[in-house]
Every structure is written in structure tokens, then in C-alpha cells.
């Protein structure tokens, strides 16, 4: 009798109890993104996992090629995946590392980017105009002086003006942690992505940041009063910024913008990178998430949200200088 219940036991429990086990056993190891970017916010830093070479090789040669263009005096700070240097006293580039670099580049894992960079990034930081100049002219970038802060892709190095403000740092950083995640991400969503965070906050855990109004507002506010205003449709599938770069960023930064402000920017983000191969544009990706027919539908939405917003920034021109990012 004992036999035959242990045996009943074992037939109906037993198959449960293998399939769990085979799942734990065979079940995939995730990364721990968290605790890479939670190291890389902390003092003592931690690699990240899975690089294509040890970080002490992958410095050695990314700071013999700067150095070899740029002045010995300068600073160099390493601190995986980042590597600084400039004409910054060292105490200010720490800071620009401590207080913008790292908080900003844990905000956005933990919002939008599940792979950390398997290379060496590079930011070098000028703390004016003069100075920002020679170092694009030393790195073959001479006549790029208009924008507050470039990010060359192939080398993964970012040159910044810092006198434009640490706005410029969180622009140019996020394409290049974009690019480590989400390399096909549309040149539309990339900028306005990018742009978003050029005037953002953290929030009070400082583990997201929330984009605030800026000068570009105004700047599409006035575009929209036109007979022929932007449109999302052009924007999302036309030639980003062929045509009026500055009114393409206002309107690229301002729909991301409109996206975080209904809690969609990240579920986007992560559906578009999800698709980008069947919806290269991300247009589908839009409609679906916002609950519309079409991206006129979308256009509607998003400029009666624009539209209802309070005026901030009525004098754009007097912020803009003539730079671009």
C-alpha cells in the first residue's frame, strides 16, 4: 500500500520536479547590467563583462593615439569604459567624470541600454572655445567649430566644448552609448534622443533622467506657426536634417520629449531596437506604442500636447550662439 502510494506520489510530481531542475540548469546566465553601471558609478569602478580585450590593452592603445596628438601636460583619467583628457585642471575633469559622466551613463542603462560597451570611450573635454578648436584641428576635425560637441563614431571618441555647459557632455555621450546598444537606431530617433539630454534633470533616486524645456522650443514653435509647418511623418521617414537641421532636432528632441512625458520614450526605445530590421524607420514602432492609426494621428497628438505646454524659453536665439550638437 505504501509502495503503491510513493509510486502515484512519484508519477504525478516527479516530471514537475525534473522540469525544473532541467530549467535551472540550462537556463541562460543574464548579464547583470545593474551592477555593471552600479559599479561604474562607484569609486572603485568594475569591468563590464564580455570584452573583446582587457581594459589595461584597450587603454594603452586608445591613450597612446591621443596622446600622440595632443599635449603631454594634459590629464588622462581611466575609468572603464571611459577614458578623459583635456585642458582641464585635474579636479575638473574628475568632476565633469564624478558628477556628469557616470550618473548620466547609469540613468540610461537602467532606461534604455542592455549592453554596455565593449571598447574603451573616449571624451576629450576643452574648457573653451579656442581651445575646443585646436583640438578638433589636431584630430582632423577643422571647420566642425559650430557644433558645442562632436562624437566621432569609428573611434568612439567624443570632443566637447565645456563652456557650453555639461548639457553637451550628456548630448554626445548618449550617441555613443546608443551606438554600443542599438547601432541601426534611425538617425531621427538618435538625435532626438541625444538632444533630450542636453537640458535633463535626475530624478529624485537619480536613476532616470527627465527631460526639461529648452532654447529649441521656441524654435519649433515658431516653425509650427507656419503655412507649411514639420510634420512627424517627415520627420520619421524623410532625410533627417537635410533640409532645416535646427527645426529637425527641435522636433526630434520634442517628440522624445512628448514620449517620456506619457512614460513611452523607454518601451519605445526598446520596441523600436526590437523591430528595426521589419521598421528600419521606426514608424510602426511609433503608431503602435502611442495607440495610433497613423503618424498623423501621431502629428495631432503630439502638438496639441506642444502646443498646450507653458512658453520657458521665449528667446531661443539668445541661448542658441549659433552652435549646433
Same mark, same amino acid.
Given at each position: ?21 532541467? $530549467? !535551472? ?9 545593474? *551592477?555593471?553601471? %552600479? +559599479?561604474?558609478? @562607484? ?107 562632436? $562624437? !566621432? ?9 565645456? *563652456?557650453?555647459? %555639461? +548639457?553637451?557632455? @550628456? ?52 516653425a509650427l506657426q507656419r503655412e507649411k509647418p514639420p510634420e512627424i511623418g517627415q520627420l520619421v521617414t524623410g532625410n533627417f536634417g537635410r533640409h532645416e537641421p535646427a527645426v529637425d532636432y527641435a522636433l526630434a528632441r520634442n517628440l522624445c520629449l512628448y514620449l517620456q512625458s506619457q512614460n513611452l520614450l523607454g518601451p519605445y526605445y526598446r520596441k523600436c531596437r526590437a523591430r528595426i530590421f521589419d521598421d528600419p524607420t521606426g514608424r510602426w ?8 492609426? %497613423? ?31
Amino acid at each position: 500500500m505504501v509502495v503503491d502510494w510513493f509510486r502515484s506520489l512519484l508519477l504525478t510530481f516527479g516530471p514537475i520536479g525534473l522540469i525544473g531542475l532541467s $530549467y !535551472v540548469v540550462a537556463a541562460p546566465t543574464p548579464v547583470e547590467w545593474d *551592477s555593471v553601471w %552600479d +559599479g561604474i558609478a @562607484a569609486t572603485s569602478g568594475s569591468f563590464p563583462p564580455q570584452l573583446s580585450e582587457s581594459p589595461p590593452e584597450a587603454y594603452r592603445r586608445e591613450a597612446s593615439r591621443i596622446q600622440a596628438r595632443l599635449p603631454d601636460s594634459w590629464v588622462v583619467i581611466n575609468h572603464y569604459p571611459f577614458l578623459l583628457t583635456g585642458n582641464l585642471a585635474e579636479r575638473d575633469l574628475q568632476r565633469a567624470l564624478v558628477d556628469v559622466v557616470l550618473p548620466t551613463s547609469r540613468a540610461l542603462a537602467i532606461d534604455y541600454f542592455d549592453h554596455p560597451p565593449a571598447e574603451p570611450i573616449t571624451l576629450i573635454v576643452m574648457k573653451d572655445d579656442s581651445s575646443y578648436a585646436d583640438a578638433l584641428g589636431r584630430l582632423g576635425h577643422s571647420g566642425r567649430e559650430e557644433y558645442a560637441g562632436i $562624437y !566621432v563614431r569609428r573611434s568612439r571618441r567624443l570632443i566637447l566644448n565645456l *563652456s557650453t555647459g %555639461d +548639457g553637451t557632455i @550628456a548630448h554626445e555621450l548618449t550617441h555613443a552609448l546608443a551606438h554600443a546598444d542599438f547601432p541601426r537606431m534611425p538617425e531621427w530617433f538618435d538625435e532626438g534622443l541625444a538632444s533630450l539630454h542636453e537640458e535633463s534633470i535626475f530624478s529624485v533616486d537619480g536613476r532616470r533622467l527627465i527631460g526639461q524645456p529648452n532654447w529649441r522650443d521656441s524654435l519649433l514653435r515658431e516653425a509650427l506657426q507656419r503655412e507649411k509647418p514639420p510634420e512627424i511623418g517627415q520627420l520619421v521617414t524623410g532625410n533627417f536634417g537635410r533640409h532645416e537641421p535646427a527645426v529637425d532636432y527641435a522636433l526630434a528632441r520634442n517628440l522624445c520629449l512628448y514620449l517620456q512625458s506619457q512614460n513611452l520614450l523607454g518601451p519605445y526605445y526598446r520596441k523600436c531596437r526590437a523591430r528595426i530590421f521589419d521598421d528600419p524607420t521606426g514608424r510602426w514602432s511609433l503608431m503602435e506604442i502611442t495607440g495610433s492609426k %497613423d503618424l498623423s494621428e501621431v502629428d495631432e497628438r503630439f502638438r496639441r500636447w506642444f502646443l498646450g505646454r507653458p512658453i520657458t524659453h521665449q528667446a531661443f536665439h539668445d541661448n542658441y550662439r549659433g552652435l549646433r550638437y
